[in-house]
């Protein structure tokens, strides 16, 4: 049997996703879905699409793409000195990060966030997430663990709605 995260063990017919880069030695009969790491891929027309793998949208101009965000909380996100140039915001495959603090901080141009495909199971921070957006529409999300959302949609002025959040938040200071 292959130990896996958390003392698990593999069992016979389960598919398991596995980071790329890792390796399992011995037969095992298993079936394995190699997942690709997340990407963050911000293009010059001021797309920015979460994605798995790296691979560059059809029509779009790459201007930096981001990996690594998914398993670390940051106090500001890797794509910071590129956030005025964030216009619409992808989660086009499934991304399961732990915090999405300071992820658009100050992000002045955002219109548009299409949250679909980000898995909120783990996440439990959100302060500072949406701070400053003040063109940025829409319903604000949370998700059922948060615990922090302070200051996560403060000055977002073109909001249409609340977030309907768990039991667990326990700071909301000037979130909104």
């Not at 965000?69 to 991304?95: C, G, K, M, Q």
């Not at 901080?105 to 957006?133: G, S, V, W």
């Amino acid at each position: 049997a292959y130990n896996i995260t958390g003392g698990k063990s593999m069992v016979s017919g389960t598919v398991y996703n596995i980071k790329k880069g890792r390796t399992l030695v011995g037969g095992t009969g298993y079936d394995i879905n190699f997942m690709e790491d997340a990407y963050a891929m911000l293009y010059s027309s001021g797309n920015f699409v979460f994605q798995r793998g790296d691979r560059v949208a059809d029509g779009e101009t790459l201007v930096n793409s981001y990996t690594g965000f998914e398993d670390r909380s940051y106090a500001y996100p890797l794509w910071r000195y590129e956030i005025n140039n964030i216009i619409n915001v992808t989660f086009i495959d499934e991304i399961s990060p732990i915090s999405l603090a300071y992820w658009f901080d100050n992000a002045i141009n955002i219109k548009n966030i299409d949250y679909t495909n980000l898995n909120f199971n783990n996440i439990t921070r959100m302060d500072y997430t949406h701070n400053n957006c003040r063109n940025l529409t829409g319903s604000p999300v949370c998700g059922d663990k948060v615990i922090n959302m302070a200051n996560a949609y403060r000055n977002c002025r073109n909001l249409t709605g609340s977030p309907v959040c768990g039991e667990n938040v326990t700071s909301m200071f000037y979130t909104y």
